[in-house]
């Protein structure tokens, strides 16, 4: 990058700042790839340019990086917005948002390395280096954000940096300076409320989540981050702990395995309860506060499983195991899917079986609730949270049916997985519809019976997704009886399923 330019500073295009903006000015704002594109070839040369003194280089680099943020966010509502995709184009707008924060962490971390290590000019950057370390702990916890919307593998190396440019702050007493982050952005930050927003999204199991609850996690965390709590000494109230001298990521503060002076120990602290109050005000309502800035709308259920999730992960009593789990080492036959699910359950059904969908995993560890597995060969992009799953374990011949609400790479070709049991007992089935203005439907779907009927108070039930609309019930028949299906409570819904919660009522067959 160095050689597109002279030996001088002088030479580099943006030497002057009224040069800067005229560069600025011309990036295309009607196409925001080929702008972020633009932006990070300027961001990686300022970054890169031994001749500019440390105050121009921090200049230079607000500038870019303030250009970029309108592309930015276009891009970002984008991916987030659309449910459907084309893999290219996916896999496109991920890598330049994910390139975006990885090349704005790099500069900003250049800019305050000047600070840090004396640099001739570093006393310029005094007034402007609480906003570099706002700006640059933002990018870093983007990274470790857009990592796991792809479940990509935990980089060790971004906390490392996150540690030191904290670590820095508190060092040189600026991590409660208050500033605004971007024009336009409502209220103030400071260094420490970043370093606290980015700690708490980890403590948030991110992992377990889909892309759109990782999303609204991360809002809602920017919306209540003024109620975080965090400490030197270890307190009652307090969950979690971060080793700014260690480089991992947060843990338990019941793990804690040692002490030490570069311990921080952190909580949600009244964000808990706020987190009850929005959950109650979601139900009552049906949406979020406006107070709340969120990227697109979110289904009520979606918000309020969110919280659900929040509040059992941010509590002071760590979430328990409903059961002990086992480790074991064996293989699990494995294939995915409504249909592939229902074909291994009924070979001679609709749907064939198809072989090219199904995999060999290693099961890790077992307990009444699941499997822990991992995967030695990932095939294919419907590998994510939420997909369903047909379980054969090694030397069985029944098929148990499972989804995954766990999912981390840890390569690009391997990963783990951590797998719910639905039911171990299933069964293939056919159910009608019925809805009470037009009587009940002659033609059947196919469906999955996760529980036997004969012997518990309520049935649960895949089907394909959508089939069942509001309102409606369903007709079972089995061992000679006709069960009428009353749908309750709210239903689980994935790419191509619902899981259906029903009373169950048995009918006369003269009705």
Same mark, same amino acid.
């Given at each position: 990058?160095?050689?597109?330019?002279?030996? *001088?500073?002088?030479?580099?295009?943006?030497?002057?700042?009224?040069?800067? &903006?005229?560069?600025?000015?011309?990036?295309?704002?009607?196409?925001?790839?080929?702008?972020?594109?633009?932006?990070?070839?300027? /961001?990686?040369?300022?970054?890169?340019?031994?001749?500019?003194?440390?105050?121009?280089?921090?200049?230079?680099?607000?500038?870019?990086?303030?250009?970029?943020?309108?592309?930015?966010?276009?891009?970002?509502?984008?991916?987030?917005?659309?449910?459907?995709?084309?893999?290219?184009?996916?896999?496109?707008?991920?890598?330049?948002?994910?390139?975006?924060?990885?090349?704005?962490?790099?500069?900003? !971390?250049?800019?305050?390395?000047?600070?840090?290590?004396?640099?001739?000019?570093?006393?310029?950057?005094?007034?402007?280096?609480?906003?570099?370390?706002?700006?640059?702990?933002?990018?870093?916890?983007?990274?470790?954000?857009?990592?796991?919307?792809?479940?990509?593998?935990?980089?060790?190396?971004?906390?490392?940096?996150?540690?030191?440019?904290?670590?820095?702050?508190?060092? &040189?007493?600026?991590?409660?300076?208050?500033?605004?982050?971007?024009?336009?952005?409502?209220?103030?930050?400071?260094?420490?409320?970043? %370093?606290?927003?980015? +700690?708490?999204?980890?403590? $948030?199991?991110?992992?377990? /989540?889909?892309?759109?609850?990782?999303?609204?996690?991360?809002?809602?965390?920017?919306?209540?981050?003024?109620?975080?709590?965090?400490?030197?000494?270890?307190?009652?109230?307090?969950?979690?702990?971060?080793?700014?001298?260690?480089?991992?990521?947060?843990?338990?503060?019941?793990? #804690?395995?040692?002490?030490?002076?570069?311990?921080? %120990?952190?909580?949600?602290?009244?964000?808990?309860?706020?987190?009850?109050?929005?959950?109650?005000?979601?139900?009552?309502?049906?949406?979020?506060?406006?107070?709340?800035?969120?990227?697109?709308?979110?289904?009520?259920?979606?918000?309020?499983? +969110?919280?659900?999730?929040?509040?059992?992960?941010?509590?002071?009593?760590?979430?328990?195991?409903?059961?002990? &789990?086992?480790?074991?080492?064996?293989?699990?036959?494995?294939?995915?899917?409504?249909?592939?699910?229902?074909?291994?359950?009924?070979?001679?059904?609709?749907?064939?079986?198809?072989?090219?969908?199904?995999?060999?995993?290693?099961?890790?560890?077992? $307990?009444?609730?699941? %499997?822990?597995?991992?995967?030695?060969?990932?095939?294919?992009?419907?590998?994510?949270?939420?997909?369903?799953?047909?379980?054969?374990?090694?030397? *069985?011949?029944?098929?148990?049916?499972?989804?995954?609400?766990?999912?981390?790479?840890?390569?690009?070709?391997?990963?783990?997985?951590?797998?719910?049991?639905?039911?171990? !007992?299933?069964?293939?089935?056919?159910?009608?519809?019925?809805?009470?203005?037009?009587?009940?439907?002659?033609?059947?779907?196919?469906?999955?019976?996760?529980?036997?009927?004969?012997?518990?108070?309520?049935?649960? /039930?895949? /089907?394909?997704?959508?089939? #069942?609309?509001?309102?409606?019930?369903?007709?079972?028949?089995?061992?000679?009886?006709?069960?009428? #299906?009353?749908?309750?409570?709210?239903?689980?819904?994935?790419?191509?399923?619902?899981?259906?919660?029903?009373?169950?009522?048995?009918?006369?067959?003269?009705?």
């Amino acid at each position: 990058m160095m050689k597109l330019f002279g030996g *001088g500073a002088s030479d580099h295009p943006m030497a002057e700042v009224k040069g800067a &903006r005229v560069i600025l000015d011309a990036i295309p704002a009607g196409d925001p790839f080929k702008a972020l594109e633009d932006l990070n070839h300027w /961001l990686e040369s300022v970054r890169a340019w031994g001749g500019f003194k440390p105050e121009h280089r921090a200049q230079i680099v607000q500038m870019v990086d303030e250009a970029a943020q309108v592309h930015l966010r276009k891009l970002q509502r984008e991916y987030l917005s659309s449910q459907r995709l084309a893999k290219f184009h996916e896999n496109r707008l991920w890598s330049v948002i994910r390139e975006w924060y990885r090349q704005s962490a790099l500069a900003f !971390a250049i800019c305050i390395d000047a600070y840090a290590t004396g640099q001739k000019g570093w006393e310029d950057l005094k007034q402007s280096v609480p906003l570099l370390t706002v700006r640059a702990l933002r990018a870093y916890a983007a990274q470790m954000k857009w990592q796991h919307m792809r479940y990509g593998p935990a980089e060790n190396s971004l906390w490392e940096v996150v540690a030191k440019i904290y670590a820095l702050s508190e060092n &040189r007493k600026y991590s409660q300076s208050k500033v605004v982050a971007y024009a336009g952005l409502p209220g103030e930050t400071s260094p420490e409320q970043e %370093f606290l927003k980015t +700690v708490m999204f980890a403590a $948030s199991s991110p992992d377990s /989540l889909l892309p759109v609850e990782i999303e609204l996690v991360e809002r809602l965390i920017a919306h209540l981050a003024g109620s975080f709590k965090l400490t030197a000494t270890l307190q009652p109230d307090i969950v979690y702990c971060f080793d700014l001298a260690n480089h991992e990521p947060p843990v338990r503060a019941a793990h #804690l395995p040692h002490r030490a002076p570069t311990l921080r %120990f952190f909580a949600a602290g009244g964000a808990v309860k706020e987190i009850e109050k929005l959950a109650q005000t979601v139900k009552s309502t049906g949406a979020m506060p406006s107070s709340i800035a969120l990227v697109g709308n979110y289904e009520p259920e979606v918000v309020l499983d +969110v919280l659900d999730h929040l509040a059992l992960h941010w509590s002071p009593k760590p979430p328990e195991r409903k059961a002990q &789990r086992h480790r074991v080492k064996s293989r699990l036959t494995v294939t995915y899917g409504f249909d592939g699910v229902h074909a291994a359950l009924d070979p001679t059904g609709e749907v064939q079986f198809d072989p090219s969908k199904v995999e060999s995993w290693i099961v890790e560890n077992v $307990s009444a609730g699941g %499997f822990g597995a991992s995967v030695p060969q990932i095939k294919g992009e419907w590998l994510k949270i939420g997909c369903l799953l047909g379980l054969q374990p090694e030397g *069985g011949s029944n098929w148990v049916v499972g989804v995954i609400r766990r999912f981390q790479r840890e390569s690009a070709q391997q990963g783990t997985v951590g797998i719910q049991t639905l039911g171990r !007992a299933a069964l293939p089935v056919q159910v009608r519809l019925q809805s009470g203005q037009m009587g009940t439907s002659q033609d059947s779907e196919a469906a999955i019976l996760l529980n036997p009927i004969d012997s518990a108070p309520e049935a649960q /039930l895949l /089907l394909r997704a959508n089939v #069942l609309v509001a309102g409606q019930n369903l007709e079972l028949e089995r061992n000679g009886k006709v069960y009428l #299906l009353l749908p309750v409570g709210g239903t689980e819904h994935g790419d191509d399923y619902d899981l259906i919660r029903c009373r169950q009522m048995i009918r006369d067959r003269g009705e």
